[in-house]
C-alpha cells in the first residue's frame, strides 16, 4: 500500500542544538519528497524539498537527506531555535497524489 | 499576495447533516487540493482540481464530493456526516504543474455531534 511514516514521534532538542528528523517512504516510485512544518494553528508550511535524482538539498538551516536504497528520507535543522518547536511531516508524492508521514513533533527547550 | 483562505474557520454540525467548505487559493494558482487531518489518521488526500476539473482523487467515499469554478475557487462537500467526519480540512492551492509548491491555507475545523 501506500504510507509514509516516522521513526520517532516526538523529539526534544536543546535550543542551539541540531535536530534530525526521520521518515521512511513505502512506494519505490516516488520521485518527489518534500518537508512540511505546521505550528498550531495553522496549515503545513513548505520547509524544503527534494527530486529524486538527488540525495542531498540545503536550504538555509535546513538539509533534506534522501537514501533510495532503504527508502529512507531525513530533514536536519541546524542550530535548533525556540521558533522551530512545530510537527514536521515529509510527504511523498506519488500518483499525482501528496502522501503524508504521520508526523513528528519538535520541542525546543531554551 | 494574500495567502489561501479558509471558510469559514469553525464549524459545528450534527449527525447526518451535509456541510460545504470554501476555498479561495492564491491568485494566480490554478490547482486546489483538499485534505483531510485527524489525530489518528494524519494528513489525508481527498482530492485535487485543476482548472474546473477533478484531476486526481483520494481513498475516500462518495459522500466526500469537490468542485472548482472558473475563479478556482473550490468548495468541498460532505454529506450525511458522521462523527468520525470530525477533523481539519485543509485546501492547499498551486500553479498546477509537476512538482510545484503547494500553500496551505489555515484550514476549517470541523466538529461532528
Known amino acids: 500500500g501506500e504510507s509514509v511514516g516516522l521513526h520517532l514521534p516526538t523529539l526534544s532538542v536543546q535550543e542551539g542544538d541540531n535536530s534530525i528528523i526521520n521518515c521512511a517512504y513505502s512506494n519505490s516510485a516516488s520521485d518527489y519528497f518534500i518537508w512540511y512544518k505546521q505550528e498550531s494553528g495553522k496549515g503545513p508550511q513548505f520547509i524544503i524539498d527534494i527530486r529524486s535524482n538527488m540525495d542531498k538539498r540545503q536550504g538555509q538551516r535546513v538539509t533534506v537527506l534522501l537514501n533510495k536504497t532503504v527508502k529512507h528520507l531525513s530533514l536536519q535543522i541546524a542550530a535548533t531555535q525556540p521558533g522551530d518547536s512545530a510537527v514536521y511531516f515529509c510527504a511523498e508524492k506519488w500518483g499525482g497524489k501528496l502522501i503524508f508521514g504521520q508526523g513528528t513533533e519538535l520541542s525546543v527547550k531554551p | 499576495k494574500a495567502g489561501v483562505t479558509q471558510t469559514p474557520r469553525y464549524l459545528i454540525k450534527t449527525r447526518g447533516q451535509q456541510v460545504t467548505l470554501s476555498c479561495s487559493p492564491i491568485?494566480?494558482?490554478?490547482?486546489v487540493s483538499w485534505y483531510q487531518q485527524t489525530p489518528g489518521q494524519g494528513l489525508q488526500f481527498l482530492f485535487e482540481y485543476f482548472s474546473e476539473t477533478q484531476r486526481n482523487k483520494g481513498n475516500f467515499p462518495g459522500r466526500f464530493s469537490g468542485r472548482q469554478f472558473s475563479n478556482s475557487r473550490s468548495e468541498m462537500n460532505v454529506s450525511t456526516l458522521e462523527l468520525g467526519d470530525s477533523a481539519l480540512y485543509l485546501c492547499?492551492?498551486?500553479?498546477?504543474?509537476?512538482?510545484?509548491?503547494?500553500?496551505f491555507g489555515p484550514g476549517t475545523r470541523l466538529t461532528v455531534l
Open positions: 491568485s494566480g494558482h490554478r490547482s
Open positions: 492547499a492551492s498551486s500553479l498546477g504543474v509537476s512538482e510545484d509548491e503547494q500553500f
